[in-house]
């Protein structure tokens, strides 16, 4: 497609792959998606935004993810600060855009640039991490401004990669080792469960795309990292099974008050950004904590924030892409198979996590998980090479 298409296209696919890979750094991100916006509007006059992958079988569940935020916001109990949230959604357009611009060649160039970034961040991590952020206290999260921002983002990066470095052809791919074997070190020493969870999940699709065999030996594998790992990490993954842990049963008390939330406003939610707000009304009395950000879920979260046509929204677009994506593998071959896998991998991983966390909504999250969505998706559609 790109290569058919002039410059302006060419400079829209580049500023969007500078976007995705500094989303970890929303003050250099967000000027480059003013740049990017500019860019599309140069391509859009000179006629090159025709034909190509759009994305289509996600562009159903994406507007009407679109229409059921809208009527959220009209009917929330606070009008002005949820139609404030509204322009937000414009980032969803990253999906289709991203099945558009970005090609072999593109795809190539963001993985460079992706691994790039993720060695830096790793790095950084792991600088931390030896300088006392070892324990749930004091916690390595990058330049970013929460651990499990950047757990995240280094989880979608991690499987990209890993992905790509296993899949597509090429000798230079090994230089991904780096980045790749960073980035996971990076995430255990987050002791992020939610992010090990999908770290764990998406590893076992990779087996399953890439050498099923592994399957069998994944139990073994899984043995020998764990006796490898750290007691910190350890102790870590144990308490994810402990009710009377802290962050546990504060999470199980946020989903009481999320489920009372939901069958007290069914069909619109209580409004965008309205769960906070609220969440002292709905609070159980022996709850951890008066007030917290979110319902660390990502469709508990949005059913209790903006209904359950937006969860079933956000399900049908799930369901829409791991259904195009995994149909589309068997018959790609090289750098469009091996896309595909990353994004298909990726997304899971992001998603397993985001049961734990509230990821979608997370803007350096969200941008990188947008865009490497719509890659696998456009892939799919542009078909065999």
């Known amino acids: 497609m790109l290569s058919r298409a002039g410059l302006p296209c060419a400079v829209a696919a580049g500023l969007l792959v500078a976007v995705a890979v500094t989303s970890s750094r929303l003050g250099i991100a967000n000027p480059l998606l003013a740049l990017f916006l500019a860019a599309l509007v140069w391509a859009w006059r000179r006629g090159e935004l025709t034909g190509g992958p759009w994305a289509r079988p996600l562009?159903?569940?994406?507007?009407?993810?679109?229409?059921?935020?809208?009527?959220?916001?009209?009917?929330?109990?606070?009008?002005?600060?949820?139609?404030?949230?509204?322009?937000?959604?414009?980032?969803?357009?990253?999906?289709?855009?991203?099945?558009?611009?970005?090609?072999?060649?593109?795809?190539?160039?963001?993985?460079?640039?992706?691994?790039?970034?993720?060695?830096?961040?790793?790095?950084?991590?792991?600088?931390?991490?030896?300088?006392?952020?070892?324990?749930?206290?004091?916690?390595?999260?990058?330049?970013?401004?929460?651990?499990?921002?950047?757990?995240?983002?280094?989880?979608?990066?991690?499987?990209?990669?890993?992905?790509?470095?296993?899949?597509?052809?090429?000798?230079?791919?090994?230089?991904?080792?780096?980045?790749?074997?960073?980035?996971?070190?990076?995430?255990?020493?987050?002791?992020?469960?939610?992010?090990?969870?999908?770290?764990?999940?998406?590893?076992?699709?990779?087996?399953?795309?890439?050498?099923?065999?592994?399957?069998?030996?994944?139990?073994?594998?899984?043995?020998?990292?764990?006796?490898?790992?750290?007691?910190?990490?350890?102790?870590?993954?144990?308490?994810?099974?402990?009710?009377?842990?802290?962050?546990?049963?504060?999470?199980?008390?946020?989903?009481?008050?999320?489920?009372?939330?939901?069958?007290?406003y069914p069909l619109t939610g209580v409004g965008l950004g309205m769960v906070t707000r609220l969440y002292p009304l709905y609070r159980r009395d022996d709850a951890p904590r008066w007030k917290v950000p979110h319902l660390h879920n990502n469709p508990l979260q949005i059913a209790a924030e903006r209904g359950l046509p937006a969860l079933g929204a956000y399900l049908w677009l799930l369901a829409a892409f791991f259904a195009s994506t995994w149909r589309a593998l068997p018959g790609l071959r090289g750098v469009r198979r091996a896309a595909v896998a990353s994004s298909l991998v990726a997304i899971l991983g992001i998603t397993v996590a985001g049961l734990f966390e509230y990821n979608f909504w997370s803007a350096p999250v969200q941008y990188l998980t947008l865009v490497v969505m719509g890659v696998g998706v456009g892939m799919a559609e542009r078909g065999p090479e």
């Open 59 to 264: 562009l159903g569940p994406l507007a009407f993810f679109v229409a059921t935020s809208l009527v959220s916001a009209v009917a929330s109990l606070d009008l002005v600060e949820s139609l404030d949230g509204l322009p937000r959604h414009l980032i969803l357009a990253f999906v289709p855009l991203a099945a558009f611009l970005i090609d072999e060649s593109w795809w190539r160039r963001f993985v460079v640039t992706l691994g790039i970034v993720t060695t830096v961040l790793a790095v950084w991590g792991i600088v931390q991490f030896l300088q006392g952020a070892d324990n749930l206290d004091n916690r390595i999260q990058g330049p970013m401004s929460h651990y499990m921002i950047y757990s995240g983002w280094m989880l979608l990066a991690v499987l990209v990669l890993l992905s790509d470095l296993l899949l597509r052809p090429g000798r230079q791919r090994w230089l991904l080792l780096v980045p790749t074997a960073g980035g996971s070190l990076a995430i255990l020493m987050s002791l992020t469960r939610n992010a090990w969870a999908g770290l764990a999940v998406g590893l076992l699709l990779l087996a399953a795309v890439w050498r099923r065999w592994l399957l069998l030996a994944y139990p073994a594998i899984a043995l020998v990292i764990w006796l490898a790992l750290p007691r910190t990490v350890l102790d870590r993954a144990f308490s994810a099974v402990d009710p009377r842990q802290h962050s546990n049963y504060d999470r199980l008390c946020m989903a009481i008050s999320g489920v009372q939330m939901v069958r007290d």
